[in-house]
């Protein structure tokens, strides 16, 4: 059964997240340990304890959930077989926004230190430019991809609004000022939306506003060399794969301020061929976002220690 995995962005992060697994194997707590000690951060403690507000910055949730997928992924590597191993092997792998650097640390393209020291500094960078000009995010619900373009030319006021997020069939998300956004959500109806719901985030990513964050991230990518990977890893900015390992970074930069196309990502997956697909790290939220592209695909999610044991059960 050819097989994708996925791993979740910021907006997955629960306080608790990782703990039950972290604390019945070994390989999860080793990985925690590791992080810690790479980013001088108390990952343990956010993750299991928060508070939620903490949590929820930038720039602690970006490495809190790359450490959990991390995690997950370890235990997976320990609790299956083989033979189990071998069966749900991926035949490429896809990360939401944040998570592409996940798939790319699970494909082999970079290794879990350096992997996570740039999503240290990508988030560390990101919450920077949020902080330097206020901005802001809305879910626009209803909408396709044409309909939200003409929104946000019609809202923008002057200021930078832009399509951020093609999730799934009917949710865009849109980014730019916070006035902009705020127009676009009292001008939604007009443009076929069913309703809007305003981004609890630092700001708006996926847009402009993050240029200051793209220069920043470009000086860490700079240091590091990717290399080539069996399994494919899909880019957000096109929906494609990776090609060549020296234009991983010009991609990850280009996330920055482009759209996620990650309905496109999903469909161009399923036309390809794969019939299932297992998503690794904190929550749900590509499991609900599949369920509006395709209700019936095989999906599985890795969140937790029962989930981990449920898989090696049934494979």
Request: charged share 20%; with cysteine.
């Amino acid at each position: 059964m050819k097989t994708a995995y996925l791993f979740p962005g910021q907006g997955a992060q629960k306080v608790g997240m990782g703990q039950d697994i972290c604390e019945a194997f070994a390989p999860a707590a080793e990985i925690f340990e590791r992080a810690e000690q790479i980013t001088g951060m108390p990952i343990r403690k956010l993750c299991f304890e928060g508070p939620q507000e903490l949590l929820d910055r930038t720039d602690n949730a970006q490495p809190c959930i790359f450490t959990v997928s991390a995690a997950t992924l370890a235990v997976m590597n320990e609790v299956l077989s083989d033979q189990q191993k071998q069966e749900i092997a991926p035949t490429c792998l896809a990360g939401l926004s944040l998570g592409e650097y996940t798939a790319l640390y699970a494909a082999g393209a970079v290794d879990f230190e350096t992997a996570l020291r740039l999503v240290m500094k990508r988030g560390q960078a990101m919450q920077a430019a949020a902080e330097q000009k206020p901005s802001s995010m809305l879910c626009v619900l209803g909408v396709d991809e044409t309909q939200a373009a003409e929104l946000c030319q019609a809202a923008a006021g002057g200021q930078v609004l832009t399509c951020a997020n093609f999730n799934c069939p009917g949710q865009v998300v849109i980014s730019g000022g916070v006035e902009a956004c705020q127009r676009a959500a009292e001008l939604a109806g007009e443009y076929g939306a069913s309703g809007s719901v305003p981004l609890s985030v630092a700001g708006a990513f996926h847009s402009e506003y993050m240029a200051p964050a793209a220069d920043d991230l470009a000086q860490a990518l700079a240091g590091v060399s990717f290399v080539a990977t069996e399994a494919p890893v899909i880019s957000n900015v096109d929906a494609k794969p990776h090609a060549e390992p020296g234009q991983v970074a010009e991609k990850l930069l280009a996330q920055l301020v482009s759209p996620v196309r990650w309905q496109q990502s999903m469909e161009g997956l399923m036309e390809d061929g794969i019939e299932q697909f297992i998503e690794i790290g904190p929550g749900r939220v590509l499991a609900g976002l599949m369920r509006r592209i395709h209700r019936r695909v095989n999906f599985t999610s890795i969140n937790s220690q029962k989930a981990v044991e449920k898989l090696a059960e049934s494979n």
